[in-house]
């Protein structure tokens, strides 16, 4: 592995699903995130993990999960899918922590809910 | 909240023209500003940083203070300079960390 890898690259996802999205970096970045990125919409922050252990809710958390067991790992969790989710979802780490802007994207997950 | 904005959503250029992609920031303080590229179907991946006052791939972004302004500015666009391209304010505080809208650039040969 190098970098960051997600995976799937893509899904389709009947509604009411649930549906875990990947995410694994073997930099040793403390930090990382989940964005989905939608038209017109840019770049908007699910969730986020300052280390392994914690995590925190980004600017639209609603219907979505995270855990963060140890460094290298950053699963995104929908306990049950609508087709608002539909979109390209991306995670990021951050080698310096919470203040390092500095981001590293995994490849992203397309992911349609029908 | 800390917010940039980027008031344009799709800009189309011939190549060879000079290509400006704006970015203005909204709070107070030693703003550390960067902006990221995403190519077609790529990952997006860090383009420049204002605080080393780079040059990378043609373009370079100044910060003005006093209009508080970030913009990109390359002075010949290439074909493939065609992207989209993020704003990207500091993380002081991550449940409030704004993205910018992003600017989809199209260079027209």
């Known amino acids: 592995i190098a970098g960051i890898t997600q995976a799937p690259t893509s899904q389709i996802l009947a509604a009411g699903r649930r549906m875990t999205l990947r995410c694994t970096q073997d930099m040793r970045h403390n930090a990382m995130y989940w964005y989905r990125q939608d038209l017109g919409l840019g770049l908007r922050l699910i969730h986020y993990?300052?280390?392994?252990?914690?995590?925190g809710k980004g600017e639209v958390p609603d219907g979505y999960s995270v855990s963060r067991a140890n460094t290298d790992d950053f699963p995104l969790t929908l306990a049950s899918a609508v087709p608002s989710q539909t979109s390209v979802y991306f995670c990021?780490?951050?080698?310096?922590?919470?203040?390092?802007?500095?981001?590293?994207f995994g490849p992203g997950t397309r992911l349609t809910v029908l | 909240a800390q917010r940039v904005t980027q008031p344009e959503k799709l800009l189309s250029v011939f190549k060879g023209a000079p290509v400006e992609l704006k970015c203005n920031y909204s709070?107070?303080?030693?703003?550390?500003l960067f902006w990221y590229v995403q190519y077609s179907r790529q990952r997006l991946q860090l383009l420049l940083r204002h605080i080393s006052r780079e040059s990378i791939k043609g373009f370079t972004a100044d910060l003005n203070k006093g209009e508080t302004s970030f913009h990109l500015k390359k002075p010949f666009a290439q074909e493939e300079d065609s992207a989209m391209y993020y704003c990207?304010?500091?993380?002081?505080?991550?449940?409030?960390?704004?993205f910018g809208s992003g600017t989809k650039l199209n260079v027209k040969p």
């Open positions: 990021a780490s951050s080698p310096g922590g919470i203040r390092s802007n500095e981001q590293f």
């Open positions: 990207a304010p500091p993380r002081y505080n991550f449940n409030k960390f704004y």
């Open positions: 709070y107070s303080g030693s703003p550390e």
């Open positions: 993990s300052n280390t392994a252990g914690t995590t």
